[in-house]
């Protein structure tokens, strides 16, 4: 079993900034992919940013069009965390944003949200105008 905590969501105004975390505990694995999804009230919950890797060999990278060059997405290998600096934050950037893990090595990080198997409980970010 895997246990995904997410943590650093708040209220900013617009133009701030927040960096979240994830960290998973529990059963390891050889190559993972883990990532960023948020959902607004009354939409779909969207991929943000991913990546899977296996060790440092292999690193895949993937953004929401809505946030490429704004938020970046990086890891600490050694604690099984993942970051999503968010930058230059926007109204329409509130929601609840959930971390996610799954095995696995794979390009395509942000399209199928069933590669991952552990969800943490989400943290609330707020982008006041």
């Known amino acids: 079993q895997v246990q995904v905590v997410e943590s650093g969501g708040g209220l900013v105004q617009a133009g701030g900034s927040l960096r979240l975390s994830c960290a998973a505990s529990?059963?390891?694995?050889?190559?993972?992919?883990m990532g960023w999804f948020r959902q607004a009230p009354g939409k779909e919950r969207e991929c943000v940013a991913a990546?899977?890797?296996?060790?440092?060999?292999?690193?895949?990278?993937d953004y929401a069009d809505s946030v490429k060059g704004r938020f970046t997405i990086s890891r600490d290998n050694a604690k099984r965390t993942v970051y999503l600096q968010m930058n230059s934050l926007k109204p329409e950037d509130t929601a609840i944003y959930y971390c996610?893990?799954?095995?696995?090595?794979?390009?395509?990080?942000?399209?199928?949200?069933?590669?991952?198997?552990?969800w943490g409980q989400g943290t609330q970010v707020t982008v006041s105008s």
């Open positions: 529990g059963r390891t694995f050889t190559s993972y992919i």
């Open positions: 996610a893990a799954g095995p696995g090595l794979y390009r395509d990080t942000c399209t199928n949200q069933e590669r991952y198997g552990y």
């Open positions: 990546m899977s890797w296996i060790g440092g060999i292999t690193t895949y990278t």
